[in-house]
């Protein structure tokens, strides 16, 4: 069955360039092809030639395809004549019908667009055909019509009169039953137009069986909104894309333009718009009609030249700009029968920018634009399937309208891939961007703290060996608080480092053997040192089963520990300040404990307890002056916390105090846990001297500084050490050959020979001559993971960060000479 073709125009609707194409169509075979899109419709169906106002039917089989009633209609210029008017008093004449008005002539003369005119048609149906399977499809005329069927109104679209305000224009073509007895009636049509640039019928009336012409009405509606609910989610998806992501206006032009077009595909054509809101004045919609129009001009060039800006010189798509928006401006601020003009010069220039349109996205292919393939293969889809609508208007094929449909869709489609594949772009190169720059902030952090830890590792060690001379007590007050400066500089510099690690994902867990019960000793009186002259109490609670080895990152615990601590006491003006570690749960494997440091100091407003731990968040700026810090520990502990699977909590009440707790559960380290065993004795200074005494320690060092803080350190704790001191990783080496010496204290950052190389070539020198393994310690001031990992896989047998705390150094060696 061939496929009606009005619906052709129609779906044709769904893109601008399929607008544009139409143009171009109508430029080449009359213009009439635009303004009655639906045009075509006329070779779609078999036409019945009427004669002298009679079409006689009874050679037609009507229950196969509609008939287009054509021919000589007769007409009553000037006049709307009811069919109980009296016909004999009016002239009479034949004319081709549908025929516009100023197509129409009467005695050699058209008739004016403006009036009225009555059409009359007598049918002669064929024998044996029930009249009530028949139905008529009465299409819109311009711009208000009346159809009756013999004596009966039967359908109108709109009420015609005899002057403007008499006339009440309305679109609303469709199918209705035929009810009439007999083998023959007549059909009396009524036209008015005073406000339109055109007036007069234009579409056939079609006669066929009542639910053909009623199907094809429907499925055109459905069509229409089918299409429209993909534009409509299709420009709203692109709309909230744009909104959201806000980085390409060619996004947010699509999405005006996808939504704008919509109108032109229900409120045109078949009107489904009109048929959804019966009561929409005709000069509203009209008006939305060609505003659509225009804007979807408007907004298709300003897409192109988003897409392309090199290709698409600013002045030309200025023009169009200006054009439509000129066109716009007409259309609503002049009447109907001005502003109706305007549709044939913007035809010209439509047809002028398709082939302009095109043009540039030959060029952006060319110019390897991205997604400029997707653009022009759009508008080879578009070109394509107008062709087939040509084609099909020339009978020369036959094909359904979904190959159309798809056709259309497929437009849409590869203009959704040109600004997906955009938005990815964007997308991934501003990934690119962040990675590059975090990547940049992270080295640059380290290098920072890198070369700030250097003076920081003297400041700190020389302060150190000074307070372990004599001196008077005022020395000793500015020595302490030079002491306490500097530590809490590097606590700052630690905790951006940290904080800039866990944001660049560069925390690698560490698994060790640790005793909790002894680290939360060492903690407390860590803590009991920060109190000062405040009555503050630090207490540790612990239960029995805590005091055993497990499996954690004994590092990042304690910082965490140590940063719940320093708050807590930071906080606290008075009372306690409570470090508990409770046995929750205990398996012959596992052991699961909850950590708690609870306060009696200023608490936390219930609003601040969650923003707390967002990072450079304080509860207040001036608890920022009064109590200093970054805003950073909390963030850390919880990242740290959070990599392990732990969340940490808070309850608080604002003037009575604060508890920070998590629980988390632990392997039980079974090996270690029962031989090595902390002994804080072991490692005592005097144990140091004891140990040290008489053997030769290899410092490689090129900061002369350093070198004297480490030999002052060492000397200072015990004086029989013997010290060799290389000032590069070449003469490390060397020293280290001649010498063999019982520990090496390896820098890593060295000029000629670096730290790891010349650690690399100890080992090999100790493997080629069959001597025993030299410890290697090496003094690093980067903290990044990997550099640490790249020291142990050099052959150094541990890494102390600098500025490293004199008891730390002294615990490294001692451990590193005791297990050879
Ligand atoms: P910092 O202590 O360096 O400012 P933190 O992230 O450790 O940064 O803490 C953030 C904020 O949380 C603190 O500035 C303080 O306002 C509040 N806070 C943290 N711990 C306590 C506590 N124990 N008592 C009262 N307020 C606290």
Known sequence: MRQFSVFDARVASCSSMILFIRYIFTLAIGYCFFIAPEANAQVAFTVVKATKGVADLRRYNLTDEPLELNGEWKIYPGVLLTPDSNFKKHSGYYVDFPRLFNETTINGQPMPVHGCAT????????????????ALDIPDAYSASVLYVNTTKFFNNGIPGTSAAATKPHYRPD??????????????????????????????????????????????????????????????????????????????????????????????????????????????????????????????????????PDEYPRWAARIFIYISAGCALITLLTPTTVYTHVVTPFLLLMGVKIVFTFGIYVQAVRNKRIGAWFSFCSALVIFFVFSLVILRYFAVISINDIVLLFGYILFFFLHSLVLSYRYARRLNLITRDAEVSLKAKSDFLSTMSHEIRTPLNAVIGITNVMLHKPQRPEEKKLLDTLLLSANNLLFIINDILDFSKIESGKINLRHAAVNFEQMARQLVTEAAEWVGDKPVQILLQTDEGVNQFVQSDPERMRQVLLNLLSNAVKFTLRGKVILQIKKQFETSDSLTLEFSVADTGIGIPEEKQQIIFDKFTQVDTSIKRGYGGTGLGLAICREVLSLQQVSLQLESTEGVGSRFWFVQSFQKDKQSGKGVQYDEAQFSAESFAGLFAGKLVLIAEDNAINMMVVEKVLTNQASEIQLLKAYNGKSAVTLFMAHQPDLVLMDVQMPLVNGMDACRQMRAYEQKHGLPRTAVLALTASTQDEEQQLCLDAGMDAVLSKPFKQEDLRTQMMRLLLAK
Not at 119 to 134: A, F, N, Q, R, W
Not at 195 to 206: A, E, S, V
């Open 119 to 134: 059409y009359k048609l007598e049918v002669i149906l064929p024998d044996g055909l029930k009249p009530s399977e028949l």
């Open 175 to 308: 199918a209705k039953r035929l009810n009439v007895n007999g083998s023959s009636f007549t059909i009396t049509l009524l036209v008015a137009n005073f406000h339109h640039r055109r007036g007069g019928p234009y579409r056939p009336i079609l006669i066929g069986s009542n639910t053909w012409l009623k199907n094809r009405r429907e499925q055109g509606r459905q069509f229409d909104l089918f299409l429209t609910g993909c534009l409509v989610m299709g420009g709203l998806f692109y709309l909230g894309l744009f909104i959201f992501g806000k980085q390409d206006r060619s996004i947010l032009y699509f999405a005006l333009f996808s939504l704008v077009y919509t109108y032109r595909i229900i409120g045109f054509g078949d009107y489904t718009f009109h048929h959804l809101y019966p009561n929409l004045s005709w000069f509203l919609t009209l008006r939305l009609e060609y505003l659509s129009l225009f804007f979807s001009i408007w907004f298709i060039t300003l897409y192109n030249r988003s897409l392309y």
